[in-house]
């Protein structure tokens, strides 16, 4: 089993950056992709970043491609979402999810609890 804890939300001011923290438990992080997610008041929960096991591949949702930046760090079991550029559609409780397998839209295993990011205008 593995316990993902988030960190590093906040309230930023539009076109502010953020970088978003999360924290793997156990000895297997570097056999599970990871994934970002976000759920916005009202809304469904959205796909953001994916990370493959070594850090080689990543995949981003058109709305944050070239804004935000996935990556992760296997020694310290932790993978990052730098956000830069930040808008107020931004707005949303930021997810990690972790995954044994190998694409952006397969099945995540376990969740984190969630951090609020709130951009202002």
């Known amino acids: 089993q593995v316990q993902l804890v988030e960190s590093g939300g906040g309230l930023v001011q539009a076109g502010g950056s953020l970088r978003l923290s999360c924290a793997a438990s156990?000895?297997?992080?570097?056999?599970?992709?990871m994934g970002w997610f976000r759920q916005a008041p009202g809304k469904e929960r959205d796909f953001v970043a994916f990370?493959?096991?070594?850090?080689?591949?990543?995949y981003y949702a058109d709305s944050v491609k070239g804004r935000f930046t996935i990556a992760r760090d296997n020694a310290k079991n932790t993978v990052y979402l730098q956000m830069n550029s930040l808008k107020p559609e931004d707005t949303a409780v930021y997810y990690c999810?972790?995954?044994?397998?190998?694409?952006?839209?397969?099945?995540?295993?376990?969740w984190g609890q969630g951090t609020q990011v709130t951009v202002s205008s």
């Open positions: 999810a972790s995954s044994r397998g190998y694409s952006w839209n397969g099945k995540y295993d376990y």
């Open positions: 156990g000895r297997t992080f570097s056999s599970y992709a």
């Open positions: 990370i493959t096991r070594t850090g080689g591949g990543t």
